[in-house]
């Protein structure tokens, strides 16, 4: 067991750096893809000096988006890292030196891939990229809120969710998701307009799956957030702005597939006792992860062709890419993923630690989609809950409590 997964020692200094290491292997699955090699064109471009990165060449937008986004949780995992051992100044210079060392390999590495294109401006994007994310490392640090985490009770083992930094990442998520790109329809017309389009949706059984796990993770937020006898109405209100502020805002579509996970999330809730002065949330990351293995194994309608082989680019749609037709999309995955960490670090099961079973639904999901129907693989999960992990990490020690 990986020390530091699942509640039992949220302190643990390896956590960090085995996070570390599994970024590392979805930048270089992103940048060495599709591994078809020939090192007679990085001999050559050996002999020639590497040409390619001693001009700069202005990048495509979805190039800059890639390489600025990239390496920003390698940034803020080398410093969390380094935070248990690392003195001064070093803790910032070494995850970026890192990170532009493994970024130079890995452009000089594309000279052996004919569908990659190496260049100076990657390799720059990447460098300031992991700048940014040592950057978040040390605000995050320095920032008064209390563990992203669990408070647990020392004589049952069971957890409550703390209302700290966890609560602010997840809440900035789920209005980002809704009111994005927070431009009003200020016409009635425009309104009835988008009520129309958002019932010509299709039903899509994999997203309704996902927004019911969704609002699982917004349940358990809310009763971090608000007293017992508040969380109903605290629940039932946000559940009716977040699908009414769908309609209210340009770019916003009231999908039926959300409408129905929120409608079975609801039962759900009251079934796992979430209303109740003691609940305990290892129910709650059971049935969270039960729905996203069904999500993520549900056939939809796409063919192959239009959807390709794997993306392995975390995040993809953002950059433009192709992504899953039968995902959320990226934001609401972030969300999802995050909170699934969230709710991880607060269970306890007895074989394996909860966060752990976590990584392993994604990572099983991936490999079962490539038999799945229409479905897309892609490391966009797994990215979603090491950020997840990495925020856990990331905390104050001094308020951490066990």
Partial sequence: MIPGIGGRDPAAPRLPFWLLIGWV??????????FDWDWGRLLAGLRDGLPRLQAWTPPSRRDTVVNLLLYVPFGLLGALALDARGRGIGR????????????????????????????????????????????????????????????????????????????????????????????????????????????????????????????????????????????????????????GLRLLFVGQQLSPDEVLGALIALPTVALLGMGRLRWDPTPVFRVACLAVLAAGLWPTTATVADVGDTAWLPFAE?????????????????????????LAWSSRTRRLAPLLIAFMVAALVEFLQQWVPGRLPDTTDLAALLIGAALVQAAPPSTRRP
């Fill in 318 to 342: 953002l950059a433009g890419a192709a992504s899953d037709p039968g995902s959320l999309p990226a934001i609401e995955r972030l969300f999802l993923g995050i909170g699934l960490a969230w």
């Fill in 92 to 243: 910032i210079v070494w995850p970026v030196l890192g990170a532009a060392a493994l970024s130079l390999a890995v452009e000089i590495a594309q000279h052996a891939l004919p569908p990659r294109d190496p260049a100076l401006s990657d390799w720059v994007f990447n460098t300031v990229s992991a700048a940014a994310g040592v950057g978040l490392a040390v605000v995050w640090r320095i920032l008064p809120h209390s563990r992203f985490g669990v408070v647990r009770d020392p004589s049952t083992g069971r957890g409550t969710l703390d209302a700290g930094a966890a609560l602010g990442v997840l809440v900035a998520l789920w209005i980002a998701a809704h009111l994005a790109p927070f431009v009003p329809r200020l016409r009635p017309g425009r309104v009835s307009a988008a009520l129309e389009a958002s019932l010509a949706l299709e039903l899509s059984p994999s997203r309704v799956i996902a927004w019911f796990a969704c609002y699982l993770v917004l349940a358990a937020g809310l009763r971090a957030a608000v007293r017992w006898r508040s969380f109903w109405s605290a629940l039932l209100t946000a559940t009716v702005a977040s699908l």
């Fill in 25 to 34: 292997g979805l930048v270089l699955s992103a940048s060495l893809y599709p």
